[in-house]
């Protein structure tokens, strides 16, 4: 199983953006699939999550502007960005935990005027 993760980039703050994560590969019994980010010169945090059973949960920082979303027939999940603030700096990072935890290889996402 691969996770690609793609739409990064360049954005004014308080604009939008959707970053997408495309599993190759068979999948089955999915647990999780997640965001994580990773601001400069700061750790790994997590962003988003939506279950294996569609429930969501998300970081106090993102709660209200971002959304996590899935397309089971695609095999893809999104993170749909919006207010976008110059603290959503970071390379986001997809997640996916099934029978093993498998990371994409990240897309830069720069906020700024």
């Known amino acids: 199983v691969q996770l690609q993760a793609s739409g990064g980039g360049l954005v004014q703050p308080g604009g939008s953006l959707k970053v997408s994560c495309s599993a190759s590969?068979?999948?089955?019994?999915?647990?999780?699939m997640s965001w994580y980010r990773q601001p400069p010169g700061k750790q790994r945090e997590l962003v988003a999550t939506i279950a294996g059973s569609g429930g969501t949960n998300y970081a106090d920082s993102v709660k209200g502007r971002f959304t996590i979303s899935r397309d089971n027939a695609k095999n893809t999940f999104y993170l749909q960005m919006n207010s976008l603030k110059p603290d959503d700096t970071a390379v986001y990072y997809c997640n996916l935990i099934a029978a093993w935890a498998y990371w994409g290889q990240g897309t830069q996402v720069t906020i700024s005027s």
């Open positions: 590969g068979s999948i089955s019994r999915i647990k999780a």
